[in-house]
Protein backbone atom coordinates (compact mmCIF):
# COMPACT_ATOMS: atom_id res chain seq x y z
CA UNK A 1 0.00 0.00 0.00
CA UNK A 2 2.62 2.43 0.71
CA UNK A 3 4.22 2.02 -2.76
CA UNK A 4 0.75 2.37 -4.48
CA UNK A 5 0.46 5.63 -2.01
CA UNK A 6 3.99 6.80 -3.20
CA UNK A 7 3.27 5.89 -6.92
CA UNK A 8 0.42 8.28 -6.17
CA UNK A 9 2.06 11.09 -5.17
CA UNK A 10 4.22 10.99 -7.78
CA UNK A 11 1.64 10.58 -10.19
CA UNK A 12 0.45 13.71 -8.73
CA UNK A 13 3.46 15.53 -8.80
CA UNK A 14 4.10 14.15 -12.09
CA UNK A 15 0.52 15.78 -13.43
CA UNK A 16 0.90 19.00 -11.54
CA UNK A 17 4.64 19.13 -13.08
CA UNK A 18 2.71 18.48 -16.26
CA UNK A 19 -0.02 20.73 -15.71
CA UNK A 20 2.46 23.93 -15.17
CA UNK A 21 4.33 22.85 -18.44
CA UNK A 22 0.76 22.97 -20.58
CA UNK A 23 0.34 26.40 -18.97
CA UNK A 24 3.64 27.91 -19.34
CA UNK A 25 3.50 25.83 -23.16
CA UNK A 26 -0.02 27.87 -23.44
CA UNK A 27 1.01 31.43 -22.13
CA UNK A 28 3.96 31.29 -24.67
CA UNK A 29 1.55 30.13 -27.68
CA UNK A 30 -0.93 32.55 -26.54
CA UNK A 31 1.98 35.38 -26.55
CA UNK A 32 3.56 34.30 -29.82
CA UNK A 33 -0.12 34.20 -31.19
CA UNK A 34 -0.69 38.26 -30.29
CA UNK A 35 2.58 38.86 -31.26
CA UNK A 36 1.58 37.28 -35.21
CA UNK A 37 -1.81 39.01 -34.60
CA UNK A 38 -0.36 42.68 -33.74
CA UNK A 39 2.08 42.23 -36.86
CA UNK A 40 -0.33 41.36 -39.09
CA UNK A 41 -2.24 44.11 -38.01
CA UNK A 42 0.77 46.28 -38.69
CA UNK A 43 1.35 45.05 -42.13
CA UNK A 44 -2.62 45.50 -42.92
CA UNK A 45 -2.10 49.25 -41.51
CA UNK A 46 0.81 49.50 -43.77
CA UNK A 47 -1.02 48.14 -46.91
CA UNK A 48 -4.02 50.11 -46.13
CA UNK A 49 -1.70 53.16 -46.31
CA UNK A 50 0.30 52.31 -49.50
CA UNK A 51 -3.13 51.62 -51.30
CA UNK A 52 -4.47 55.38 -49.98
CA UNK A 53 -1.39 56.81 -51.40
CA UNK A 54 -1.46 55.28 -54.64
CA UNK A 55 -4.78 55.54 -55.57
CA UNK A 56 -4.05 59.83 -54.43
CA UNK A 57 -1.02 59.85 -56.51
CA UNK A 58 -2.69 58.26 -59.37
CA UNK A 59 -5.70 60.69 -58.86
CA UNK A 60 -3.30 63.34 -58.64
CA UNK A 61 -2.22 62.31 -62.17
CA UNK A 62 -5.29 62.10 -63.66
CA UNK A 63 -6.32 65.32 -62.83
CA UNK A 64 -2.75 66.79 -64.25
CA UNK A 65 -3.41 64.97 -67.39
CA UNK A 66 -6.82 66.63 -67.79
CA UNK A 67 -5.33 70.17 -66.79
CA UNK A 68 -2.25 69.97 -69.01
CA UNK A 69 -4.38 68.68 -72.02
CA UNK A 70 -6.77 71.87 -71.45
CA UNK A 71 -4.12 73.92 -71.33
CA UNK A 72 -2.71 72.43 -74.31
CA UNK A 73 -5.64 73.04 -76.12
CA UNK A 74 -5.88 76.74 -74.90
CA UNK A 75 -2.56 77.70 -76.07
CA UNK A 76 -3.41 76.52 -79.71
CA UNK A 77 -6.77 78.24 -79.87
CA UNK A 78 -5.07 81.61 -78.44
CA UNK A 79 -2.27 80.76 -80.95
CA UNK A 80 -4.92 81.10 -83.84
CA UNK A 81 -6.37 83.97 -82.70
CA UNK A 82 -2.76 85.96 -82.37
CA UNK A 83 -1.88 84.75 -85.59
CA UNK A 84 -5.13 85.31 -86.96
CA UNK A 85 -5.54 89.07 -85.71
CA UNK A 86 -2.06 89.83 -87.06
CA UNK A 87 -3.56 88.86 -90.62
CA UNK A 88 -6.49 90.96 -90.32
CA UNK A 89 -5.04 94.10 -91.53
CA UNK A 90 -4.07 92.43 -94.59
CA UNK A 91 -6.77 90.88 -95.19
CA UNK A 92 -8.41 94.32 -94.67
CA UNK A 93 -6.40 95.57 -97.82
CA UNK A 94 -7.14 92.77 -100.12
CA UNK A 95 -10.55 93.83 -99.57
CA UNK A 96 -10.53 97.76 -100.23
CA UNK A 97 -8.23 96.45 -103.12
CA UNK A 98 -10.87 94.30 -104.71
CA UNK A 99 -13.58 97.10 -103.66
CA UNK A 100 -11.66 100.24 -105.80
CA UNK A 101 -11.37 98.06 -109.13
CA UNK A 102 -14.62 95.44 -108.95
CA UNK A 103 -15.23 96.35 -112.50
CA UNK A 104 -12.28 95.20 -113.94
CA UNK A 105 -11.80 92.27 -115.65
CA UNK A 106 -8.06 92.51 -115.22
CA UNK A 107 -5.64 89.91 -114.25
CA UNK A 108 -3.96 91.63 -111.32
CA UNK A 109 -7.78 92.19 -109.90
CA UNK A 110 -8.47 88.13 -110.42
CA UNK A 111 -5.28 87.71 -108.98
CA UNK A 112 -6.04 89.68 -105.91
CA UNK A 113 -9.39 87.82 -105.19
CA UNK A 114 -8.44 84.73 -105.89
CA UNK A 115 -5.71 85.60 -103.18
CA UNK A 116 -8.61 86.81 -100.52
CA UNK A 117 -10.37 83.73 -100.91
CA UNK A 118 -7.33 81.57 -100.27
CA UNK A 119 -6.81 83.18 -97.34
CA UNK A 120 -10.72 83.40 -96.36
CA UNK A 121 -10.52 79.31 -96.84
CA UNK A 122 -7.82 79.34 -94.35
CA UNK A 123 -9.78 81.13 -91.57
CA UNK A 124 -12.52 79.04 -92.00
CA UNK A 125 -10.60 75.64 -91.90
CA UNK A 126 -8.82 76.88 -88.73
CA UNK A 127 -12.48 77.61 -87.38
CA UNK A 128 -12.38 81.31 -87.68
CA UNK A 129 -15.62 83.19 -89.26
CA UNK A 130 -16.97 86.47 -89.67
CA UNK A 131 -19.07 88.26 -87.54
CA UNK A 132 -22.80 88.92 -89.32
CA UNK A 133 -23.52 92.48 -89.01
CA UNK A 134 -26.09 94.40 -91.25
CA UNK A 135 -28.85 94.01 -91.23
CA UNK A 136 -28.49 91.97 -87.66
CA UNK A 137 -29.52 93.69 -83.78
CA UNK A 138 -26.68 95.79 -82.48
CA UNK A 139 -24.35 93.54 -79.96
CA UNK A 140 -21.54 94.63 -78.14
CA UNK A 141 -20.19 91.38 -77.49
CA UNK A 142 -19.96 91.25 -80.79
CA UNK A 143 -20.20 94.92 -82.38
CA UNK A 144 -18.54 97.68 -81.62
CA UNK A 145 -20.25 101.18 -82.62
CA UNK A 146 -18.48 104.10 -83.97
CA UNK A 147 -21.48 105.94 -85.24
CA UNK A 148 -25.12 106.45 -84.58
CA UNK A 149 -27.72 107.53 -87.09
CA UNK A 150 -31.89 108.18 -86.97
CA UNK A 151 -33.35 106.31 -89.72
CA UNK A 152 -36.95 105.61 -89.60
CA UNK A 153 -35.75 102.95 -92.59
CA UNK A 154 -34.04 100.67 -89.87
CA UNK A 155 -35.50 99.20 -86.82
CA UNK A 156 -34.12 99.95 -83.01
CA UNK A 157 -30.53 99.39 -82.65
CA UNK A 158 -30.34 97.56 -86.03
CA UNK A 159 -26.71 98.11 -87.47
CA UNK A 160 -26.86 100.12 -90.97
CA UNK A 161 -22.98 99.68 -92.30
CA UNK A 162 -20.47 97.55 -91.50
CA UNK A 163 -16.95 99.42 -92.03
CA UNK A 164 -14.93 97.01 -90.66
CA UNK A 165 -15.61 93.12 -90.60
CA UNK A 166 -14.99 91.51 -87.41
CA UNK A 167 -14.12 87.87 -86.73
CA UNK A 168 -14.51 85.10 -83.89
CA UNK A 169 -12.84 82.31 -83.31
CA UNK A 170 -15.01 79.44 -81.40
CA UNK A 171 -16.86 81.55 -78.74
CA UNK A 172 -14.20 84.18 -79.12
CA UNK A 173 -13.87 87.38 -80.52
CA UNK A 174 -10.68 88.21 -82.63
CA UNK A 175 -11.63 91.63 -83.61
CA UNK A 176 -15.51 93.50 -82.76
CA UNK A 177 -16.83 94.72 -86.29
CA UNK A 178 -16.91 98.26 -86.33
CA UNK A 179 -20.66 99.59 -87.15
CA UNK A 180 -23.01 102.38 -87.56
CA UNK A 181 -26.03 101.65 -85.71
CA UNK A 182 -29.93 102.93 -86.43
CA UNK A 183 -31.18 104.55 -83.14
Do not use: W
Request: hydrophobic share 30%; net charge negative; with cysteine.
Amino acid sequence: MEENQKDKEIDETTIDECEETIEKIDDEVIEEISEEEKKLKEATEKADEYLDKYQRTLAEFDNFRKRTSKEKASMYDDGIRDTVSKLLPVVDNFERAIMSCQNTDDSFYKGIEMILKQIKEIFTSMGVEEIPAVGEKFDPNLHAAIAHEDNEEYGENEIMIEMLKGYKHKDKVIRHSMVKVAN
